[in-house]
């Protein structure tokens, strides 16, 4: 018999994102950036965004400062330069193109008046390796983590960063915020934003509203690649519980950190590298080092039982791991039933 009973708190909502079907589309960043960023001074926030890896990130370089000590202490981090980390949005010359001289005889071309050396997704497809030997690149989306033990809030003076006991999401107190940026500075993942129009911190705050009615957040529900998965960690019926416990197979993004993330990563598997002579290797094109420099070494593990299941699948065995990855039915990817804690 399965009972439900009313969530006490303490709960944490999470979302697993499989790095095997990521398109790079850009879909959820739009979704995101439209629903929640088109505001004046939210030019440089991209609550989702989706790099290319190996790369940069954004904003540029960002695993170098903030997180937490060995002794599990905020360290102070930098904010991000408007210009190599975020990149300011290129001026264009409108003037010469529509105010012409009607002289001229040339119409110049739409261009940026300066020379742009940075921006959002740079360096998309950039990639590593040489081809056709083991040239390589795949896509990471990224947002809040809504991490366990966030270093953004307790970096905050004002206290104005909280963590919800009932679904574990973090949250700015704008009213409370008077925009220090103490917490742009301690996020190692760089995801928190300042509104340089309104003085306040910004963030992802997991689609909230549409979560709290039963509506998986927009970055997930317009994916069309079906990767995104969203529940409770602690629901055993959700694909959250099955993919980060029950198989291991998703695991977070940089754990050394030390803020235990909430979202986390099924990490991407390779073709086989070639030899001088054009065959195949046993070596997968992504180096397992640049995996486990992202992942951590629970990485060896979720690739070793993605490869076994696979494997069983491919021989005509049954695989409930290889079903829920594929989505069949992309309802069953989001288990967001509040009232859900425990099955008897």
């Not at 989706?50 to 790369?55: A, D, F, Q, R």
């Not at 001026?91 to 009607?102: G, I, L, P, S, T």
């Not at 004002?158 to 103490?182: P, W």
Request: charged share 25%; net charge neutral; aromatic share 10%.
């Amino acid at each position: 018999m399965t009972t439900k009973s009313v969530s006490t708190g303490n709960r944490q909502l999470a979302m697993v994102l499989d790095l095997n079907k990521c398109l790079g589309c850009q879909t959820c960043t739009v979704a995101c950036k439209t629903l929640w960023n088109k505001d004046q001074g939210t030019d440089y926030a991209y609550w989702n965004n989706v790099e290319s890896m190996p790369g940069k990130g954004y904003p540029a370089n960002y695993r170098e400062t903030g997180g937490r000590d060995a002794q599990g202490g905020v360290k102070r981090g930098e904010i991000p330069d408007p210009d190599s980390g975020y990149g300011r949005a290129w001026k264009f010359n409108h003037n010469k193109v529509f105010f012409r001289d009607a002289a001229e005889k040339e119409k110049p071309w739409l261009r940026p008046e300066s020379l742009p050396t940075w921006g959002p997704n740079w360096d998309e497809d950039h990639g590593a390796g040489e081809y056709p030997q083991d040239n390589h690149y795949f896509y990471l989306p990224r947002l809040c983590n809504h991490c366990t033990h966030p270093a953004c809030k307790d970096a905050c003076p004002r206290g104005a960063i909280e963590k919800r006991s009932e679904d574990g999401i973090v949250l700015v107190n704008q009213d409370q915020c008077h925009g220090y940026r103490f917490c742009v500075e301690a996020c190692p993942y760089k995801k928190v934003f300042f509104d340089p129009k309104r003085q306040v911190s910004t963030k992802c705050i997991f689609c909230l509203p549409r979560v709290e009615q039963g509506v998986a957040p927009a970055c997930a529900r317009q994916c069309p690649g079906r990767l995104r998965f969203v529940g409770y960690l602690d629901d055993p019926e959700g694909p959250i519980w099955k993919l980060v416990h029950k198989w291991g197979v998703a695991i977070p993004l940089h754990p050394e950190f030390g803020t235990e993330p909430n979202v986390f990563y099924v990490p991407p598997l390779s073709p086989a590298k070639l030899d001088s002579n054009g065959q195949p290797t046993s070596e997968m094109r992504i180096p397992l080092e640049y995996l486990q420099s992202l992942f951590g070494t629970k990485m060896h593990t979720a690739l070793a039982t993605l490869i076994e299941q696979r494997e069983l699948r491919k021989q005509g065995q049954p695989s409930e791991l290889m079903d829920l990855l594929i989505a069949y039915d992309w309802n069953k990817n989001f288990h967001l039933d509040p009232d859900m804690r425990t099955v008897v």
